[in-house]
């Protein structure tokens, strides 16, 4: 495994593996880490491991909480002295936004997300269900701008960008629109090898990637929810501009979103210029507000400027 890692980062990748805290893994049965912490954690560093994602199932008989568990497990990464990146799949059980970010870099806030926009529950774990919309949902009513902040990353889990058959182009670019906003690990769980010009663009998209990772994280809220599924996302920026997503959570009917300046905390006196990040273009330079025509399930990510 050492001559593995070594290899992986001689092609400037990182490697990650993953095990459970529990006794066996989710799938398979798999001997977990439950008993052997320190034992495991010096194997990973021995190997050099740059992440080790630590699942959540078949927890002992021995009483002790799943929040004690992931400790005791965080607390043998640590004596290593080897800097691993923690992610916790734990599925947002627990509240476990109130402690995840003292013991770990990223942590899991909800049931698996599967690749499909709108899925029920049928996973364990917190929210209203596996697909990219509950998913939205659910960040919105945790309020995201409260807990991430710089090596605590919430996880809403994998990005199914351009899954076959079941998440198209304009849920995908949603997806990774959101996943942007909040700051989210961006964990590409479908094939990069050979991606179409499409899913490259989504992937890929400079402008996007820097609200992603601009310095000040903090993570998008919603702003206000329409009737008819009218949604205004916003996030401030390290260099005062504002990243606004207009989100149609509609699936049928393609709907006006309005976003006022007033609402974003400043003044609609303001000359504010537009730009869409998604076409990489200047779209308006207004006072007062923006509004466009968003079709069913798809977003206007923006980045606005004071003039």
Not at 8 to 16: D, E, S, V, Y
Request: a negative charge; glycine letters at 8%; aromatic letters at 12%.
């Amino acid at each position: 495994m050492k001559a593995l890692a070594d290899y992986i980062h001689g092609k400037g990748l990182k490697l990650g593996v993953y095990t459970c805290i529990g006794t066996q893994t989710c799938k398979k049965n798999r001997p977990g880490s439950y008993g052997h912490y320190d034992q495991d954690a010096k194997t990973f560093a021995s190997w050099g491991v740059d992440m080790v994602k630590a699942d959540n199932c078949h927890h002992p008989s021995s009483g002790e909480t799943t929040q004690e568990l992931f400790t005791q497990f965080s607390k043998s990464l640590n004596a290593t002295g080897h800097p691993m990146l923690f992610a916790m799949c734990e599925w947002g059980n627990d509240e476990v936004w109130n402690w995840g970010p003292g013991i770990s870099q990223m942590y899991r806030i909800q049931m698996d997300h599967i690749p499909f926009f709108h899925w029920p529950a049928t996973a364990n774990g917190a929210g209203y269900g596996c697909g990219t919309a509950e998913i939205i949902e659910w960040m919105a009513d945790l309020h995201p701008s409260k807990y991430v902040a710089p090596n605590q990353w919430m996880d809403p889990d994998f990005l199914e960008t351009m899954f076959p058959i079941t998440m198209n182009f304009t849920h995908s670019r949603t997806e990774f629109t959101f996943w942007a906003l909040w700051s989210a690990p961006l964990f590409v769980a479908t094939d990069v090898m050979g991606m179409s010009e499409e899913k490259k663009s989504i992937l890929t998209n400079v402008e996007v990637l820097a609200v992603h990772k601009d310095p000040l994280f903090i993570a998008g809220e919603r702003v206000k929810k329409g009737a008819h599924g009218q949604q205004v996302w916003s996030r401030p920026l390290s260099n005062g501009d504002i990243a606004v997503v207009l989100y149609n959570a509609n699936n049928i009917t393609a709907l006006p979103i309005v976003v006022q300046w007033e609402e974003l905390g400043w003044k609609n006196a303001a000359m504010v210029s537009v730009r869409d990040l998604w076409l990489q273009q200047d779209v308006a330079k207004a006072r007062v507000g923006y509004q466009a025509i968003v079709e069913p399930n798809d977003v206007q990510m923006l980045r606005l400027s004071k003039l």
